[in-house]
């Protein structure tokens, strides 16, 4: 089984089953066990393809013993590109998916996305804030936008998992970051989850996770109760009152996954 989206067909109409999807040729980006990335070119237009091999019954028992759903392939990605596109979310545009196979364990699929075009992670964009602070405009930007794109996800049954600053991206086109102005985009979704509603667990997780990869760049307290205000969608003084435990758990979490990762307490706010 293959789609394709309609404004696409013709970059890929000599092309059949998933054999000829999974031999395409191109740069390699990105692989991690049973996936791998790469970066190819068709008719002059740049594409990424994420190839899934089959995650093994190991993977699938271990995610069912803690009580989840493994991420069997593409199609989970897939969904969730147009879920955010539908939610108005900036995030990658995709292309094509295919999945061959019925044996949850050894199937294979593949997912196509256009490439976003010139861009940098908000990790390595944020990386020199705690020595050369951005202009404020900037920084209120950012935060804003984070703040809303984490909202908006749990808002309507989404949760990350991977809810980092490197999942973020920041394009750079006509000076949209010189001028204080960057729209974000927010990337990896292969292990988004989707529900209805997002319980608060996954929240917090994504939540922790994203305050614990922004520990060392520099953030001050107002910057915090920034993001809570517009995450929140409410004045600060309701939220912290009437969210106080919510709030308390987060920041718990994101201190004990940086004493996991760093074994050292983060740096102080000021």
Not at 123 to 143: C, G, N, Q
Request: proline share 4%; with cysteine; glycine share 4%.
């Amino acid at each position: 089984m293959i789609k394709i989206e309609p404004d696409f067909t013709n970059y890929f109409k000599k092309l059949n089953g998933i054999d000829d999807y999974f031999t395409i040729k191109g740069q390699l980006a990105k692989g991690i066990d049973n996936r791998e990335t790469r970066k190819f070119e068709q008719s002059g237009q740049a594409f990424y393809i994420k190839c899934h091999q089959g995650v093994g019954w190991r993977e699938i028992f271990k995610n069912l013993f803690q009580l989840r759903l493994p991420v069997l392939g593409a199609k989970n990605e897939w969904l969730a590109l147009h879920r955010l596109h539908a939610l108005g979310i900036d995030t990658m545009r995709p292309v094509a998916y295919g999945k061959e196979g019925i044996n949850p364990a050894t199937q294979r699929s593949f997912l196509i996305t256009q490439d976003l075009g010139p861009n940098i992670s908000l990790e390595y964009f944020t990386s020199t804030w705690k020595t050369s602070p951005p202009e404020a405009a900037l920084r209120y930007h950012v935060i804003k936008s984070l703040a809303y794109i984490a909202k908006k996800l749990h808002q309507n049954g989404l949760n990350h998992r991977d809810f980092y600053l490197c999942h973020f991206l920041l394009l750079q086109l006509d000076n949209n970051i010189e001028t204080n102005h960057p729209i974000l985009f927010l990337i990896d979704l292969h292990r988004m989850q989707i529900r209805t509603h997002t319980p608060n667990r996954w929240k917090i997780k994504d939540l922790s996770s994203l305050y614990f990869s922004a520990m060392d760049i520099g953030l001050k307290k107002r910057d915090l109760l920034r993001f809570i205000r517009h995450y929140s969608d409410q004045p600060l003084k309701v939220a912290l009152r009437h969210d106080a435990d919510f709030w308390h758990k987060v920041q718990n979490k994101a201190i004990r996954l940086y004493r996991k990762e760093w074994h050292n307490s983060p740096p102080k706010l000021s």
